[in-house]
């Protein structure tokens, strides 16, 4: 038999929890066939099998958390045909055993009788029963081997404080049916638990605004060269490169050209160190079906606009299917978000933790513009925020930082020099 272990999952990663089973029980397994999902802070990861087999003894089940090093079932020696005849055998095999046991021996076993009579249920399942203070014996599963899941506990309960708000209406309410009491049947709630990374995800951000002296700045860009640069190659570029030509890649090298420019804004606070990053990786957040993550475009400064383009289009495409590694998000040293894709005109974007800038880009509206003292024109208008970390980055560069992104925007040809 071998056991399946939680591996080493990645730095600063010691805990997972069970997405979902991707074989089941009893199922035969292939060496390198993925077996079981773990949901952690940052990416979904899949355990596949160390060698061909059957998969059995399942410990715990989606939801639990499981830490590395943890033993989570275990792969025994045969196929899916042994495994059946095994079944058909094992009754027989236990009467004959039972029979064979003399009778001095019969009392010595009684203990063992009880333990075996005890129902088998998941950690999470018997965890819950001792909160709820039902006895599990009492339990029906649903499960086709007879294992108590935490679903069986819960519906368990839910039955029986039904009986219970009918039956006991004369009594003192317990602090439980209060509770239940108190729910209105006309406000329907639904009570959902958080997935890991989401809460990850509030953990971070909390931590980020505790810990940093977080301030915004404002500006508006004009989006008219480049729309025109756009509408003009757009056809080109993509016979050329086989992608679109986007707003992600003026943006990217935009800011990559202020960076250069305002180097505190690319930086990071390491005790009473300031850590000055002379490269240039640019997180993009993308939001998945999970909750926000940020896929890092590595050396930004040297990809041209097709180049930039196409990482951000496969980084993209990876987060959608779940494919992210954790290499793709870690390590970057400036974020920009696009709000502007779900419709906001206006945010205050939150630090990602270490950086100590974020760009954010908003919807572009059109809206009369001030061309001179004479003339009113309708132009492609986009508000873009930058917070910033007011530990390292004073006003005056912040600003400033700002204002060479807007400037840079405005003229899209000098991006091809100072990007």
């Given at each position: 038999m071998f056991e399946v272990k939680v591996p080493e999952l990645a730095e600063s990663i010691s805990e997972g929890t069970v997405a979902q089973w991707l074989k089941k029980e009893g199922e035969a397994v292939v060496k390198g066939?993925?077996?079981?999902?773990?949901?952690?802070?940052?990416?979904?990861?899949?355990?596949?099998?160390?060698?061909?087999?059957?998969?059995?003894?399942?410990?715990?089940?989606?939801?639990?958390?499981?830490?590395v090093g943890d033993v989570i079932a275990s792969i025994v020696e045969g196929d899916a045909s042994s495994e059946t005849s095994e079944k058909q055998e094992e009754k027989p095999a236990s009467e004959a055993k039972a029979e064979s046991v003399p009778k001095q021996e019969k009392s010595s076993e009684k203990e063992e009788t009880k333990a075996a009579d005890r129902p088998i249920a998941s950690p999470a399942a018997r965890k819950l029963a001792r909160e709820k203070g039902i006895d599990l014996s009492e339990v029906s599963s649903r499960d086709p081997l007879g294992r108590v899941r935490t679903e069986d506990v819960k519906r368990h309960s839910e039955n029986g404080s039904e009986k219970a708000a009918s039956t006991s209406s004369s009594k003192a309410p317990t602090q439980e049916n209060k509770a239940v009491e108190a729910v209105n049947p006309e406000k329907p709630v639904e009570r959902v638990k958080m997935s890991r990374r989401r809460q990850t995800i509030a953990k971070r951000l909390v931590e980020a605004q505790q810990t940093a002296a977080m301030l915004t700045t404002f500006n508006e860009v004009d989006m008219t060269a480049i729309n025109e640069v756009r509408a003009r190659r757009k056809d080109k570029f993509f016979e050329q490169n086989g992608v679109k030509l986007g707003y992600m890649s003026f943006f990217t090298k935009a800011v990559i050209g202020a960076l250069k420019k305002f180097p505190a804004v690319n930086a990071e606070i390491q005790g009473d160190e300031m850590i000055l990053k002379k490269f240039y990786?640019?997180?993009?957040?993308?939001?998945?079906?999970?909750?926000?993550?940020?896929?890092?475009?590595?050396?930004?400064?040297?990809?041209?606009?097709?180049?930039?383009?196409?990482?951000?289009?496969?980084?993209?495409?990876?987060?959608?299917?779940k494919k992210l590694s954790l290499e793709d998000l870690q390590g970057g040293s400036f974020t920009i978000t696009n709000g502007?894709?779900?419709?906001?005109?206006?945010?205050?974007?939150?630090?990602?933790?270490?950086?100590?800038?974020?760009?954010?880009?908003?919807?572009?509206?059109?809206?009369?513009?001030a061309i001179d003292k004479e003339r009113m024109e309708n132009r492609p208008m986009m508000y873009i925020a930058l917070s910033y970390d007011h530990r390292i980055v004073d006003g005056k560069e912040a600003v400033s930082f700002l204002t060479t992104v807007k400037q840079l925007l405005e003229d899209p040809e000098s991006l091809l020099l100072e990007g």
């Amino acid at each position: 038999m071998f056991e399946v272990k939680v591996p080493e999952l990645a730095e600063s990663i010691s805990e997972g929890t069970v997405a979902q089973w991707l074989k089941k029980e009893g199922e035969a397994v292939v060496k390198g066939e993925d077996i079981v999902e773990l949901e952690t802070d940052k990416v979904n990861i899949e355990i596949s099998a160390e060698r061909d087999g059957i998969l059995k003894n399942i410990k715990v089940e989606p939801g639990d958390t499981v830490s590395v090093g943890d033993v989570i079932a275990s792969i025994v020696e045969g196929d899916a045909s042994s495994e059946t005849s095994e079944k058909q055998e094992e009754k027989p095999a236990s009467e004959a055993k039972a029979e064979s046991v003399p009778k001095q021996e019969k009392s010595s076993e009684k203990e063992e009788t009880k333990a075996a009579d005890r129902p088998i249920a998941s950690p999470a399942a018997r965890k819950l029963a001792r909160e709820k203070g039902i006895d599990l014996s009492e339990v029906s599963s649903r499960d086709p081997l007879g294992r108590v899941r935490t679903e069986d506990v819960k519906r368990h309960s839910e039955n029986g404080s039904e009986k219970a708000a009918s039956t006991s209406s004369s009594k003192a309410p317990t602090q439980e049916n209060k509770a239940v009491e108190a729910v209105n049947p006309e406000k329907p709630v639904e009570r959902v638990k958080m997935s890991r990374r989401r809460q990850t995800i509030a953990k971070r951000l909390v931590e980020a605004q505790q810990t940093a002296a977080m301030l915004t700045t404002f500006n508006e860009v004009d989006m008219t060269a480049i729309n025109e640069v756009r509408a003009r190659r757009k056809d080109k570029f993509f016979e050329q490169n086989g992608v679109k030509l986007g707003y992600m890649s003026f943006f990217t090298k935009a800011v990559i050209g202020a960076l250069k420019k305002f180097p505190a804004v690319n930086a990071e606070i390491q005790g009473d160190e300031m850590i000055l990053k002379k490269f240039y990786d640019i997180g993009i957040a993308v939001g998945a079906e999970e909750g926000l993550v940020v896929p890092v475009v590595r050396n930004a400064d040297r990809l041209s606009f097709a180049g930039i383009e196409k990482e951000i289009g496969n980084l993209a495409e990876k987060a959608r299917s779940k494919k992210l590694s954790l290499e793709d998000l870690q390590g970057g040293s400036f974020t920009i978000t696009n709000g502007g894709i779900f419709g906001s005109m206006l945010s205050t974007p939150i630090l990602n933790a270490p950086q100590v800038g974020i760009l954010g880009m908003h919807t572009i509206q059109w809206r009369p513009v001030a061309i001179d003292k004479e003339r009113m024109e309708n132009r492609p208008m986009m508000y873009i925020a930058l917070s910033y970390d007011h530990r390292i980055v004073d006003g005056k560069e912040a600003v400033s930082f700002l204002t060479t992104v807007k400037q840079l925007l405005e003229d899209p040809e000098s991006l091809l020099l100072e990007g």
